[in-house]
């Protein structure tokens, strides 16, 4: 097998993170993990051939080690029902389409082996203890010393059949507070025998999995462990404990140490998009510092220059990076290529990954839903290449553009406003959601590749492009050569040919709601504060609390592009060498506005937000003393401010301000007549705006694209 990637030679942007590295027996082709993502493709062997082509396009895209999800060594350790698991000779023969798919790209790859132990879903969990985790409705059944021989031996089995199973090694998920981790912390271990007692003893579990399963599998096979370094719950792990445990792993077998942040029950947030990037790199520089082999680093590492810094400073050996890998499968090829720029950045939104993996979906991304579905998103060359234009230049319409011109169309973007983006340029303006502003500098340098005309300040009309039958381009092209002087046709397209298809995703418009007085000057619409056209004054009250009344509240009381030092000391963020666990107490940024969130329903505010980000969107709202009414009942805006109803009373909120977050309608000012012509197809918010969300639109845009070009 041939672990070098093909192509031109790397450039020197990146030499660290470009350069091969010994890991155990194997020699990897340069420093990049693809860290563990549980797809959902792992539980049933007929999702074996997505799973499949799904690792094998990251092994096409560059990187070195793949890390598959977590399969559980055995049924206690599933995290729910029927769950994916690695315990008998069929189940590994059946994953000899993976390893050899990965193989066939030049990469390696390792099987994480994860007993959920207390965080299972499930009645037959077991841990070191019976403390039930607040993620889990399900009490564990504290584990007999047989217990624990057993799993032990279930570990080593699960070693053995990954390697029959053709993986190159094995990863051992010792972080996040699963069973490995509970038995580590004092927290959920309180067991005096031979696996409790004492700091030494929690740790015996992993050591003498990972002793026993050396012995097993022998030399030629990567013994990989993720170890915590910062648990960010009450009585974790001390910051020595850490650094004894990882001595001993060594000392036991293990080849590569790769390390996570934080168990999932943890009240800090790790991963989301307000994490600044690469936050925890000082802690696996701190590690790496005191063992002998290769320490991995991982936690909001998405863009090469931020690896390169990390590995180059010698903080790390490799970095691991598993959403990104979702987000842009040739993160690796574009750095080498001097692509960077084409990178598809994640934006750490959870939305089409982890908040999918806790409805228990399969697994994709938002910024790139062909993520998990390869076998049949994956572009290839259309069969008729068509004419298209794009009305609209939001995420639908970019979206569209780029798959549909990546295979081969011929498209043209007309964008009413002087900026591409529409509700995404939004979101960016929002405190903790910059990073969103790299899924616009991707699709806009991917369109200027591929050589896409993105026509600003033109409104181009469906009826303009539709009406003339053959000539549609013609009439499109006159217009708007009428309206803008600088205006030409791209080289490559006759001013006579016409548009064979025009996809309309104008997106949305704020809904204004019937309110007495929402006319009244200091009513804003979201669009205008976010945008800056508008500003808010001290006092403000936000009408509408839904996912955009949460951001924009936000807005209003926090800065933006908080550093490192700020972000920590607003989450209690200390050094695990102060504090067991490396948690402290939070010290709130005083909030730049006295804010009131309203909305009519009877439910919590925040509760229809994402799974994995709607506790941080609270808990942000908590700190900034934001408060919040539910079952209100506007009765009207005038000078003295916002009259409510609640409780059935009746109620002034005096504020400077009100700013309406009320949900979108639909545009289609520019549709016209046409919506019925099978050549138009409407995306995005201009299709449905209820339940708007860029996940839906993205995807509508791909798999119109697909659809086009059969
Ligand atoms: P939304 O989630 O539909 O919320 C609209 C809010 O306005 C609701 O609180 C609704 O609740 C209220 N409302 C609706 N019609 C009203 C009326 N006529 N009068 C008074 N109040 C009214 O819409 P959004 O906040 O604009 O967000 C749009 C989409 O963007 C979301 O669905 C989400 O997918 C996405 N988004 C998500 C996030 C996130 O997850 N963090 C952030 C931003 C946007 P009541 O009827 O109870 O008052
Ligand atoms: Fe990243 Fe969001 Fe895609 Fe998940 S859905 S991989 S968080 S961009």
Redesign the pocket.
């Known amino acids: 097998m041939s672990t070098s990637m093909p192509g031109p030679a790397p450039t020197t942007d990146y030499p660290t993170l470009l350069s091969p590295i010994q890991a155990g027996p194997l020699t990897l082709r340069n420093r990049v993990m693809m860290g563990s993502m549980h797809t959902g493709f792992e539980e049933r062997t007929r999702d074996l051939p997505k799973l499949a082509a799904y690792l094998a396009r990251r092994a096409e895209g560059g990187a070195a080690l793949l890390v598959t999800g977590g399969y559980a060594p055995n049924v206690e350790g599933w995290l729910l029902p029927g769950g994916s698991m690695m315990a008998s000779k069929r189940m590994a023969d059946n994953h000899r389409r993976v390893t050899d798919a990965v193989h066939s790209h030049g990469a390696h790859v390792v099987l994480q082996i994860l007993h959920a132990g207390r965080y299972g879903y499930h009645p037959f969990i077991r841990s070191a203890d019976t403390t039930q985790s607040p993620i889990t409705p399900f009490k564990a059944h504290r584990m007999y010393g047989f217990d624990v021989e057993r799993t032990i031996r279930a570990y080593v089995r699960s070693a053995k059949l990954a390697k029959r199973a053709g993986y190159d090694g094995i990863e051992i998920m010792g972080s996040e507070g699963y069973l490995l981790n509970q038995f580590l912390a004092r927290a959920t271990n309180h067991r005096t025998d031979e696996w409790g007692g004492s700091a030494r003893r929690r740790m015996s579990l992993p050591i003498e999995i990972v002793r026993r399963v050396r012995a097993e599998v022998g030399d030629d096979f990567l013994l990989q462990y993720r170890i915590s370094l910062q648990d960010l719950v009450a009585d974790g792990q001390t910051w020595e404990e850490t650094e004894e445990l990882a001595g001993r792993l060594v000392d036991a077998g293990v080849d590569l140490l790769n390390t996570g942040i934080g168990w999932h029950e943890a009240r800090v947030p790790t991963i989301v998009t307000s994490v600044p990037r690469a936050a925890f790199a000082e802690l696996t520089g701190r590690l790496k510092a005191t063992v002998d082999v290769p320490v991995c680093a991982s936690n909001r590492i998405n863009d090469p220059g931020v690896a390169e810094n990390i590995l180059a400073s010698g903080q790390a050996d490799m970095v691991s990076m598993a959403r990104q890998m979702l987000a842009d499968p040739d993160f690796v090829l574009k750095a080498r290529d001097g692509r960077a720029d084409e990178i598809n950045t994640c934006i750490a939104c959870n939305q089409a990954c982890l908040d999918h993996t806790f409805a228990n979906k399969k697994v994709s991304c938002m910024v790139n839903p062909v993520a998990g579905r390869e076998l049949e998103l994956t572009p290839r060359p259309a069969v008729t290449p068509k004419r298209v234009a794009v009305i609209g230049a939001g995420v639908a319409g970019l979206a569209f553009a780029e798959a549909a011109a990546v295979r081969g169309h011929d498209v043209e973007i007309f964008e009413a406003s002087d900026a591409v983006g529409g509700q995404f340029r939004l979101?960016a303006a929002i405190p903790g959601k910059e990073e969103y502003a790299n899924t616009l500098r991707y699709f806009t340098r991917r369109l200027e590749v591929l050589g896409v005309p993105v026509h600003l300040g033109h409104r181009a009309t469906a009826d303009q492009l539709h009406d003339a039958g053959g000539d549609t381009a013609d009439v499109a092209k006159r217009d708007v050569a009428d309206t803008d002087p600088s205006f030409a046709p791209s080289p490559a397209d006759e001013v006579t040919k016409p548009f064979d298809h025009i996809v309309y995703s104008a997106g949305v418009v704020p809904?204004v709601?019937e309110i007495p007085g929402i006319d009244h000057d200091s009513v804003i619409l979201y669009d205008e504060l976010l945008s800056g056209r508008r500003t808010a004054g001290q006092r403000v009250a936000v009408?509408?609390?839904?996912?955009?009344?949460?951001?924009v509240a936000e807005y209003l009381t926090r800065e933006p592009n908080q550093t490192l030092e700020e972000w920590r000391k607003a989450w209690g963020v200390v050094d695990p060498a102060e504090a067991p666990g490396g948690v402290g107490t939070p010290v709130p940024e005083k909030p730049l506005r006295e804010v009131h969130l309203l909305?009519?329903?009877e439910t919590p505010i925040g509760k229809?937000?994402?799974k994995t980000?709607g506790w941080v969107?609270r808990a942000e709202l908590k700190k900034a003393g934001v408060h919040k009414y539910v079952g209100v009942a506007?009765d009207r805006i005038d000078d003295d401010g916002l009259h409510i109803t609640i409780d059935g009373e009746q109620k002034v909120i005096e504020v400077d301000n009100i700013i309406v977050?009320?949900?979108?309608e639909s545009d289609r000012s520019s549709l016209g007549a046409g919506a019925e012509d099978p050549r138009i197809h409407v995306i995005g918010g201009a299709d449905v705006a209820a339940?708007?969300?860029a996940k839906r639109a993205i995807r509508q845009a791909v798999e119109l694209a697909a659809e086009l070009s059969r």
């Open positions: 979101a809904r709601p009408i509408g609390a839904g996912g955009i009344g949460v951001d909305q009519r329903k229809g937000l994402g980000s969107h506007y977050c009320t949900g979108q339940e708007l969300d």
